[in-house]
């Protein structure tokens, strides 16, 4: 065995059928564009949803409702869950940062702290809004509300 006779294993290599190097290739003339019409023309592009002049479908379907662009989103938390992460973590302080520790919440979440469930610890909770009911109740319990 010699350099010059060592070739791969049949089947590892593959080539892409070269297009447009003439007619001896199988792939020369039209250059597998077919004839005519704009997608055999260099620079041919299609704007998204072009349904070849067809109606496209998001003209087609009816549009209904209002999207507000300045909605602000919150992942809401409610008290039965921090008294849960109270009891299981023994943590005396709730935050976005622990929240976000304890997979409750993603990275540039805004949280909401609601009111389902009973909270029997005392403890400060800091969040970005609180639901009137989840205040009374933490500090009814002596802890302290804090909005960031």
Known sequence: MNLHNLTPASGSVKREKRIARGQGSGHGGTSTRGHKGAKSRSGYKTKIGFEGGQMPLQRRVPK??????????????????????????????????????????????????????????????????FSSTAKTVIEGQGGNCSEI
């Open 64 to 129: 209904f409702g209002f999207k507000n662009i300045n909605r602000v989103e919150y992942k809401a938390i409610n008290l039965d869950i921090i008294q849960a992460l109270v009891d299981r973590k023994n943590v005396s302080e709730i935050t976005p940062d622990v929240l976000r520790e304890n997979g409750l919440v993603s990275r540039n979440e805004l949280v909401k702290i609601l009111g389902r469930g009973e909270l029997k610890a005392k403890i400060n909770v800091s969040a970005h809004k």
